[in-house]
């Protein structure tokens, strides 16, 4: 490996891994990968094609293949390159790739990647991991350039201002690439597993409301919700309520302690109400009585500049914090338990078809999309017995629960990914054979 000289100083560079080794080399980034280079494309009519959706956030690689003309503009890419997204908010979210495959010798990628092709005497995934780690990443986005909402990454970063540290040998960088895929790897697997655990739940949450409890043979009507089985009552879901909607205040808040907890919409998100977003509000100890919030509630959001997400809702599993109130961007429910099975709403909420119905209630003003709380109260809902209820509500937690497992083993997976990318890439842990 021809590498430049080490430990230079200049306006025009960063040293990514000062803790790195001193037998290490320091080198440009462009040392160790060709930066956007111009392969010589085949005479096929069309070519295959990544757009910057094709790339997943949180590095999570590549999702598939598109096929396009050729363009001049375009950026080109083969096996074992890395794509890093350049524009802003792309290059912020982690939209950076390994190319492990490509349907054909070359590739035509969006103009807003900029391509990392390993040299010779490179490893490709040690290239791939040098440009995801924090370490780099980091720095990239920290020196775009260009007009606010437009900047970029530019290729100077690459090939001046970003310098990296490289093993001695070829065999202590290739096992430290083939460490880090294998963390990748097991990332990826959780990923898959988590996307096939959503489909699972997705496919329970249409049928269980459609057709009721596996198994269960009753004759269907057809109703204002659809098709349901005729035991089932349909209704205005007001007429279950445990007292009428309420909005929450909107005095002015601020992210930290002190002053009483509030729910926002940030904390609304997947069916669930969490505490992690809580914002904090100055008000008096009536305002507190009026809109406490507690275990079991169920928040609606009653408004936002995206459709799609006025009337979902999140569903209070724990206990919140003393003197906890909610925002007026936040519509309370509270179920009749009698009628009711506790869970049974929260989950009829993540439903497509009955979010479709309540989001075709939402109005637009000022580019934003409203419904209120007569919106909600007057919507149809087809309400099974409750011993009914509460077996969709068993097979749906069960569903639920798996997910989270799996979320949570992927929070760890990428725990270890980030200690190792750390540990390894600063020579910290040492991998020599």
């Known amino acids: 490996m021809n590498l430049m000289p080490s430990h230079r100083t200049s306006n025009a560079r960063v040293d990514c891994f000062p803790e790195a080794p001193a037998e290490w080399q320091r080198c440009a980034f462009s040392t160790v990968a060709e930066i956007n280079p111009l392969y010589r494309m085949g005479t096929a009519a069309q070519h295959p094609f990544l757009d910057m959706a094709a790339l997943r956030e949180d590095f999570g690689g590549i999702v598939g293949y598109d096929s396009r003309a050729f363009d001049s503009s375009y950026s080109r890419f083969q096996k074992d390159d890395t794509l890093f997204a350049k524009i802003t908010p792309c290059a912020e979210n982690g939209k950076v790739a390994f190319v492990e495959g490509v349907p054909s ?15 010779e005497g490179f490893d490709p995934y040690f290239v791939y991991s040098l440009a995801s780690c924090p370490a ?33 040998t070829s065999n202590e960088q290739t096992r430290i690439a083939e460490t880090l895929k294998a963390a990748d790897d097991h990332i990826r697997a959780i990923e898959e597993q988590i996307r096939k655990a959503e489909r699972v739940k997705k496919a329970l949450l249409q049928s269980l409301f459609v057709d009721g409890m596996p198994g269960t043979k009753a004759d269907r009507v057809e109703t204002k919700v659809g098709i349901v089985p005729t035991h089932w009552i349909v209704q205005r879901i007001g007429k279950t309520f445990r007292g ?31 505490l992690t977003n809580l914002s904090y509000v100055d008000v008096d100890e009536v305002t507190i009585l009026a809109n406490a919030a507690k275990k079991g ?11 799609d997400y006025v009337g979902t809702g999140g569903w209070l599993r724990e206990d919140p914090p003393q003197n906890c109130i909610f925002s007026d961007k936040l519509i309370r429910l509270r179920f009749d338990t009698e009628r009711v099975a506790e869970g049974f709403y929260p989950y009829l909420w993540q439903s497509r078809a009955f979010q479709i119905r309540l989001q075709s209630k939402a109005q637009s003003s000022s580019g934003l999309w409203m419904m209120n709380k007569r919106d909600i109260s007057r919507e149809w809902v087809a309400l099974p017995p409750k011993d009914e209820q509460e077996g969709m509500v068993v097979i749906l937690d069960a569903a639920s629960s798996q997910l989270a497992a799996l979320i949570q083993q992927l929070t760890a997976a990428r725990r270890v990914k980030q200690s190792l990318l750390q540990n390894l890439l600063t020579g910290k842990i040492r991998l020599k054979a």
Not at 246 to 262: A, D, M, Q
Not at 297 to 307: A, I, P, Q
Request: contains cysteine; glycine residues 12%.
């Open 105 to 119: 010798d070359v590739g035509l990628g969006s103009t807003e990647f900029i391509v990392l092709s390993p040299r």
């Open 136 to 168: 780099v990443h980091r720095r990239a986005v920290s020196r775009m350039e260009g007009s606010t909402g437009r900047l970029r990454i530019t290729e100077k970063t690459f090939t001046k201002w970003l310098w990296v540290a490289v093993p001695p």
């Open 244 to 274: 009428p909607p309420f909005n929450g205040v909107s005095p002015e808040s601020r992210p930290n302690p002190p002053g009483t907890p509030i729910l926002n919409v940030g904390c609304v998100n997947d069916g669930l109400c969490t």
């Open 297 to 307: 509630d169920f928040f609606v959001l009653r408004g936002n500049g995206n459709r």
